[in-house]
């Protein structure tokens, strides 16, 4: 039999590697061992994708690798997320995300969402061209501890300030920490706009979250 370290590193090592035929495997072997599915995902699955997200922000990889790690986390999560659901394991954080109004692009967003989702984060995402008000709405009904806006048009950058304006007005700006991203997006204009955060990177997004709810 395998020993529970071995399997676990075993998963991260595959996951790293981008092999998801093989860390689907050994997830599912991992269970049938008996090993507790918080450690598999824990020092499995969140392990490996925390050195792809070192990796990635020191340029040590790039978008493609990263997008193959992802599948490969997804396949691991396939087999792994009944049963986290049955054993009522509780997510480190929600996440509730869009790329704001006008905007048509998701690439950015969608890598975003498998960052948080390989920190172990539940993912609520909205897609592209979201309009203020189904932001709102997804905090009225989600409660996120992040909600995250994206843009990658420059002419689409006001529709963040909008959306904030927005959550203000329906009296749930502080249900939560608001963080936004994109390539045209600098720290200067997160905080002009009142945002909680801003991330250079997907990376460094979930760093980031993480730092903004041990603080708040």
Do not use: C, W
């Not at 008996?34 to 990796?55: Q, Y």
């Not at 994206?150 to 927005?166: F, G």
């Amino acid at each position: 039999m395998t020993s529970l370290a071995s399997n676990v590193d075993r998963i991260a090592e595959a996951l790293i590697k981008g092999q998801a035929p093989v860390v689907k495997a050994l997830v599912q072997e991992s269970l049938n061992e008996g090993i507790d599915p918080e450690i598999i995902l824990n020092e499995g699955l969140i392990a490996g994708m925390n050195v792809i997200g070192k990796k990635f922000k020191n340029d040590e990889i790039f978008l493609p690798e990263v997008m193959i790690s992802a599948r490969a986390m997804h396949a691991g999560l396939e087999v792994l997320d009944p049963v986290l659901s049955n054993a009522q394991v509780q997510p480190r954080g929600k996440l509730v995300i869009g790329t704001v109004r006008g905007d048509l692009h998701d690439i950015g967003k969608n890598l975003v969402s498998m960052m948080f989702r390989g920190a172990g984060f539940e993912v609520i995402d909205l897609g592209i061209d979201v309009p203020e008000e189904k932001f709102v709405e997804a905090v009225r009904n989600h409660e996120p501890d992040i909600l995250a806006l994206s843009a990658l048009l420059t002419m689409t950058l006001p529709m963040m300030k909008t959306t904030i304006d927005a959550l203000e007005a329906a009296g749930v700006r502080n249900v939560s920490l608001v963080m936004v991203g994109g390539a045209p997006v600098t720290e200067k204009f997160a905080k002009e706009i009142g945002a909680d955060g801003y991330a250079p990177d997907a990376a460094s997004a979930v760093e980031k979250a993480l730092e903004l709810m041990r603080s708040r």
